[in-house]
């Protein structure tokens, strides 16, 4: 199977990519696993050529150094692909509803590699266990640094999550999009996303837990 996989991709060319792929193959599911590596000299020659192809000249003095910012760039925004949400640190502790405001996010848009960015609001409801207190960020993390549209963002948050054994998961994302404000129809509109897991698919708890969501305490440090 390995080999038909290494067959498969060099026919593709993929190895002139300089991606590097970890392969694992799980005989109980099939699923293949990998993780990339960016090739950073690679993105520094591509860009190069942008550079020209836009009708600049790359040897100027505020270019000559700027295929290597976009690499180191790239690597860190595009980290998600290779990134663990930690959410294996988990506390024997119970409540009711866990609720994190305001978590940032930024994240480019897959369709013309443009920002889009916001924040994002988590609550889920424990069953015996919490997750330390920085997880949920690293969560975020994990999946907005990637090529992204905020609905898939939103459901990749909630479905990790909820895997974790929670009772229910809320996600809630409000977010600007570059792609929308500085080309196309170019407006300031934003958009918002939400998906519901476990008990808060339950429309007496979804309306419940909306309304804790977007209830701000004079006193919070949310």
């Known amino acids: 199977m390995l080999k038909l996989f290494h067959n498969y991709t060099n026919s593709l060319g993929l190895h002139n990519l300089g991606i590097s792929l970890e392969i ?11 993780k990339y590596k960016m090739d950073e000299e690679r993105v520094k020659k591509l860009v190069r050529e942008l550079i020209i192809e836009v009708g600049e000249d790359p040897t100027r003095e505020g270019l000559k150094e700027t295929p290597k910012r976009i690499a180191s760039m790239y690597k860190e925004i595009f980290g998600g692909y290779d990134s663990d949400s930690e959410l294996s640190v988990q506390f024997s502790e119970d409540s009711d509803v866990v609720i994190a405001r305001d978590i940032q996010f930024y994240s480019m848009c897959e369709h013309h590699m443009l920002p889009f960015y916001g924040k994002i609001h988590i609550a889920y409801s424990p069953n015996g266990r919490v997750f330390g207190i920085s997880k949920l960020v690293r969560l975020v993390e994990k999946y907005s640094k990637r090529l992204q549209i905020q609905e898939r963002l939103t459901k990749n948050i909630a479905d990790e999550l909820y895997s974790q054994g929670v009772k229910g998961v809320v996600v809630f994302a409000d977010a600007e999009h570059l792609c929308m404000k500085m080309r196309g129809v170019r407006n300031d509109a934003t958009l918002s996303s939400s998906a519901f897991r476990g008990i808060y698919e339950n429309r007496e708890e979804k309306e419940s837990i909306m309304a804790l969501i977007r209830k701000r305490a004079s006193n919070s440090s949310f």
């Open 24 to 34: 694992r193959l799980r005989s109980n599911t099939r699923k293949i696993e990998y």
